[in-house]
């Protein structure tokens, strides 16, 4: 458990951490109740690829990698198991195909010389390429959620027995090509599903599409408001950022500008309504203040004002030389988050300096 590096540079707050390769996924281990950590992945299709395990000291100055493991492919999802902090999932590419397996960190890495991950299952049903795999966020749960380019599945989880079976599989139609979704944390029967400039909601107990919203761009990311139900947010081509109120979802109830490029990645903060991360392709990631409702925002946990009267933009973050693509904040802590650019540069930031006191 080596210190691999603390503060950077140059009038930056960020804490910095280098991979060896390009990289685009990082997750919250909110499992992990004694420590602030993050788990990301490598994107090197010449090169064996690596899991870093890595946890924000107590001081809060410095990021040490805690975990170093060598994976077989292409990490081009990630996500961690919200009830066991050795376990997560990534999707692949093989360079030919794409797949999905369950991963498990050996219990006692740090005394072994080289640990090696062991695989708990694979995700073998998809036929066409696999973009993601889902855990309900909000607590222990049987089940998973892998969506591909057509098809939407749930699976049965037993870690256990180190098996995993498909207990329903549906279509998404014709001419609907599926990119990524998200889990509703107030109902582990629904998801949302990105659908070019769209977005699905699917009913998980008859696997039926429920609904759906007319975006105008291409949606590239989606995420729930984890403080308030019906309310979700898009990053989308060109738009920017919308804010939906699910229960009227013809047009956004808010509209941020996002990034000067594409915006990649949007994340609700756990604890603090209506504040919003966006990363993009403009080297950035931003910090937004919505009002999620009613004009209004009403939480047990306050954000400061936005600096100007009508600009929700409360900080945009430059520590980046290339796209920003990874973006996750710490339940346990959730004024940091950890972002991640395509250089395989992690940086960890604290918002504190614009929440309330």
Not at 30 to 56: Q, W
Not at 179 to 187: E, I, K, R, V
Request: glycine share 6%; net charge negative.
């Amino acid at each position: 458990m080596l210190p691999v590096t603390s503060a950077m540079q140059g009038g930056s707050s960020g804490i910095g951490y280098g991979l060896k390769y390009q990289a685009r996924c990082i997750a919250d281990v909110n499992a992990d109740t004694d420590h602030t950590s993050f788990i990301t992945g490598t994107l090197s299709l010449k090169d064996e690829n690596e899991v870093h395990l890595i946890r924000l000291s107590s001081s809060g100055s410095e990021l040490i990698c805690e975990g170093l493991f060598s994976h077989p492919n292409e990490i081009w999802d990630l996500a961690s198991c919200p009830f066991d902090q050795r376990i997560f999932s990534t999707v692949f590419s093989t360079g030919e195909n794409f797949g999905a397996a369950i991963w498990q960190i050996p219990e006692l890495y740090g005394e072994l010389n080289s640990p090696q991950l062991e695989r708990v299952t694979s995700l073998d049903e998809h036929a066409s390429k696999i973009n993601c795999v889902l855990w309900w966020p909000s607590g222990r749960h049987d089940k998973l959620i892998s969506i591909d380019e057509e098809n939407i599945l749930l699976w049965s989880l037993d870690c256990s027995r180190k098996a995993a079976q498909v207990q329903s599989k549906e279509s998404a139609g014709m001419l609907h090509y599926l990119s990524g979704g998200t889990w509703d944390p107030h109902d582990s029967n629904a998801i949302a599903a990105t659908s070019e400039s769209s977005v699905q909601f699917w009913d998980l107990r008859t696997m039926k599409k429920t609904d759906s919203i007319a975006c105008s761009a291409y949606v590239r990311n989606v995420d729930y408001n984890p403080k308030k139900k019906h309310l979700l947010v898009t990053a989308e081509d060109e738009t920017g950022i919308s804010i939906w109120d699910l229960r009227k979802p013809k047009v956004p109830i808010q509209q941020l500008p996002g990034h000067t490029h594409w915006t990649c990645a949007v994340r609700c903060n756990p604890e603090y309504d209506g504040l919003i991360l966006s990363a993009g392709t403009d080297s950035a990631v931003n910090l937004w203040l919505a009002s999620m409702s009613d004009g209004e925002l009403k939480s047990e946990r306050k954000v400061d004002s936005p600096p100007r009267q009508g600009d929700p933009l409360l900080h945009s973050y430059s520590d980046y030389e290339d796209s920003v693509y990874g973006l996750a904040w710490s339940c346990r802590e959730p004024w940091i988050f950890a972002s991640l650019s395509y250089d395989g540069r992690v940086v960890v930031e604290s918002v504190k300096p614009f929440l309330s006191r």
